[in-house]
């Protein structure tokens, strides 16, 4: 794929750069510092802490600059909302020290939901300029989940994994099946783990596993799973698969727990969207005299008093006993349940039922661009207060007016549409855009970087909208273009792509070569784009556009919406046609029950 991004003109950013000097006198030993900080958070439900405050929020950061001999020159207990930590720091040169870390708490007892998260780097404030401090905190503590299977916890009574350990300050964490649903978080040091599980006919048993070299940012999965055969009991010792990421520091225990040989069924998590869902269980235990043709499995609105029954011939059972099923026809936002049964030759067999609930479709924001509020020269596609969509403005409006505008005389329904046009200011050709996200600081002279992506939950397939693209003929040449860019002389090409992120992107626009490909980034779920033959001149007319979201995953759930609208495709490289010119109305996003997948 080629590699799409619309950079900011340098023209603007030095414009940028000199307001920023203005404001503060700059002499000729002192320089500007910028801070881009990012954290690796946790997304676990924080409503139930142990050893932290109350008020205790990782993602809260607490930064602090230091000079060469170890003095706090300047700091904060709130990164993310203090302003004076946005703009570039006047300093003087010198070495220092960033360090970031949670805020109001140090980590350094056990706890539910009570990640702790730590960064640093060294930076060299030089005399008349801009540097940035790069710093990603990752977790200082340990995190340990517990995960009972459904079988497990159908087949137990009650179970309880306790985690201890003997260092310092160690508050052991109880994993109650049917209960605990968070993950804890510990300090760095050796701990055991003790499982003490009963059955319904009261008997009591115990196992233990100790874990040692842990390390910070480790993060310890322990499942527990029955096995085809035997019953829990003294001494039986359950078999252990061990799996280890050391990409991300994960160490996944799955323990095999034996028990009676019987036909016994279990409702699995399902893959649930707006409209459809995927439905799964499992024949978890079984006789010689099992059929799959006694199998059905029956779904139902909650509080509904009659089930839908598919019977053994329309599910997919695979050559394991794993049953799954799509059904289709649901409504958004509404709560669902479903079991699977046996009946042959007089054996009964029923699974707990699974309840689940369907994702909301939400509408994309100001998709008829009918909002629009003006903060100095820049022009925002938003109302007031609002951060969802941002635009190449807060570098065109500080040299030559915003670029990206609205326009009543080209409007396919109410008030307003969208202007983006190409432009020549100055000194350097700048191609207009809207994208989802905010812009965030100026990089040196020459570039900016970014916050590529809104946040979002839904799964769409499609995105839908009308554009009307008059392209002027390329007169601005760049340098560096990638294969298959149009030349001199020839037509311009506007661009358009759409994306599901599993989490924000930071774009630094003036490093080419770290620019994410978007059709294999680990980070996107759904992917589309504007094709080719769409992008040519519409005469004047509206024409309609559906990009449908190609999915790669379709369990994943994203936390992002990526949508970019450029006039010039190829307007990060300077490279484009004076007065190209793109009209955007009436955009919104389809929901439909077969996504299409790569």
């Excluded at 060299?124 to 540097?131: D, F, H, N, Q």
């Excluded at 991300?248 to 009676?260: C, E, L, Q």
């Excluded at 509206?542 to 307007?571: A, C, M, Q």
Aim: charged share 20%; proline share 4%.
């Amino acid at each position: 794929m080629k590699k799409i991004k619309f950079l900011l003109s340098m023209a603007f950013l030095a414009a940028m750069f000199a307001s920023c000097t203005q404001e503060k006198a700059v002499d000729s030993t002192q320089g500007y510092l910028t801070l881009n900080i990012n954290a690796l958070v946790s997304t676990n439900d924080p409503s139930t802490r142990a050893a932290a405050p109350a008020d205790y929020d990782a993602k809260t950061l607490h930064v602090e600059i230091q000079d060469d001999k170890g003095n706090i020159v300047k700091s904060t207990d709130n990164f993310g909302t203090d302003e004076t930590f946005q703009e570039p720091i006047l300093l003087p040169q010198g070495n220092y020290t960033v360090v970031a870390h949670s805020a109001n708490w140090d980590g350094s007892e056990s706890g539910f939901n009570t990640p702790f998260y730590y960064g640093s780097a060294e930076v060299t404030v030089r005399a008349k300029y801009l540097v940035k401090a790069n710093i990603t905190c990752t977790q200082a503590n340990v995190k340990v989940t517990v995960n009972y299977d459904q079988s497990f916890v159908q087949n137990f009574k009650s179970a309880i994994t306790t985690v201890l350990s003997d260092k310092g300050n160690f508050s052991p964490l109880k994993y109650v099946m049917r209960e605990t649903t968070q993950s804890g978080y510990i300090p760095v040091g050796d701990f055991k783990a003790k499982l003490n599980v009963v059955s319904f006919s009261n008997q009591n048993n115990n196992l233990e596993k100790a874990f040692t070299n842990v390390k910070a940012r480790d993060h310890y999965i322990l499942n527990f799973k029955l096995s085809d055969e035997g019953h829990l009991g003294s001494g039986n010792t359950p078999g252990i698969e061990v799996e280890v990421d050391e990409s991300t520091n994960t160490y996944t225990f799955t323990f095999d727990v034996p028990r009676k040989s019987s036909i016994s069924l279990s409702t699995l998590q399902p893959n649930a969207w707006s409209t459809f869902a995927t439905l799964n269980a499992a024949v978890t235990s079984k006789t010689s005299e099992f059929d799959k043709s006694g199998l059905t499995l029956q779904w139902r609105q909650s509080g509904s008093e009659e089930w839908t029954n598919i019977a053994s011939d329309a599910l997919n059972i695979d050559d394991k006993d794993n049953v799954s099923v799509k059904i289709k026809g649901l409504t958004p936002e509404t709560a669902y349940q479903y079991q699977l049964i046996y009946n042959f030759n007089g054996t009964e067999a029923k699974s707990s039922p699974m309840e689940f609930q369907t994702e909301a479709q939400t509408p994309l924001y100001n998709g008829g661009f009918e909002n629009w509020w003006t903060s100095g020269k820049v022009v925002y596609p938003n109302e007031q207060g609002v951060t969802f969509w941002d635009t190449s403005n807060p570098g065109s409006a500080s040299f030559g007016g915003s670029n990206t505008t609205s326009t009543t005389e080209v409007v396919r329904s109410g008030s307003y549409a969208a202007k983006l046009e190409s432009k020549y200011i100055v000194i350097k050709f700048a191609a207009a855009s809207i994208y989802t996200g905010k812009f965030g600081a100026l990089v040196g002279t020459s570039g900016a970087w970014l916050n590529w992506g809104a946040e979002f939950t839904s799964r769409p397939t499609a995105l839908k909208g009308w554009m009307q693209y008059a392209p002027k003929a390329i007169n601005r040449e760049g340098s560096g273009l990638p294969a298959g860019a149009p030349g001199k002389n020839e037509m311009d090409q506007c661009g358009m792509f759409c994306a599901l992120l599993t989490e924000s992107m930071v774009i630094d626009n003036t490093k080419m070569d770290e620019f994410p490909d978007l059709e294999t980034d680990p980070r996107v779920i759904a992917y589309g784009a504007l094709p080719k033959e769409q992008n040519v001149d519409s005469k004047g007319q509206w024409k309609e556009v559906n990009i449908p979201f190609v999915y790669r995953d379709l369990t994943k759930k994203p936390t992002h919406l990526l949508i970019v609208f450029s006039s010039s495709k190829y307007g990060d490289y300077f490279h484009g046609g004076e007065g190209s010119t793109l009209y955007l109305d009436d955009f919104s996003f389809e929901y439909g029950d077969e996504p299409e997948t790569k």
